[in-house]
């Protein structure tokens, strides 16, 4: 069984004229991903593997999570394949995961967030909030066999406001 964690980056902000990879979090996503992480911390497992896109965005957003969670900065690991919007490099990385991770998770962006979710979880999510926390549960025990799995959680900055 495999365990796959996705979540959109927090909100960010438009206000500076920066390449869009450089573009910070707003206020609201500075409070809005650690808000999401401590009403999950006692529902998930810790991953085996944390991987987010090199954007700072979604580099910060992991950051906020893993403090909330309670989870070592040194696990992360910046991938810039994972600035990806489409999905199909996000794909790629998790079905070349090793099988011996179990739980992976990934900090990324829209909209590979939403068709990920949509792909392989069987809730159907018209389009993944920022900040927003996704856990998919998959039968299979090689990640380059993922099919459509369970989508266990859903959870949205929105619910705790």
Known sequence: MKRLYLVRHAKSSWEFDLDDHERPLKERGLNDAPLVARNIKDS?????RILSSDAVRAKTTAILYLKALGIDESKLILDPKLYDFNGRDV??????TPDTVNCLMIFGHN???TSLVNKWGDLEIENVSTAAFTELVF???????IKKGTTKQYIKPKQFK
């Open 44 to 48: 998930i497992q810790n991953p085996d």
């Open 91 to 96: 794909e790629k990385i998790i079905r070349n």
């Open 111 to 113: 909209n590979a967030m």
């Open 139 to 145: 039968e299979q025990d090689q990640w380059v066999d």
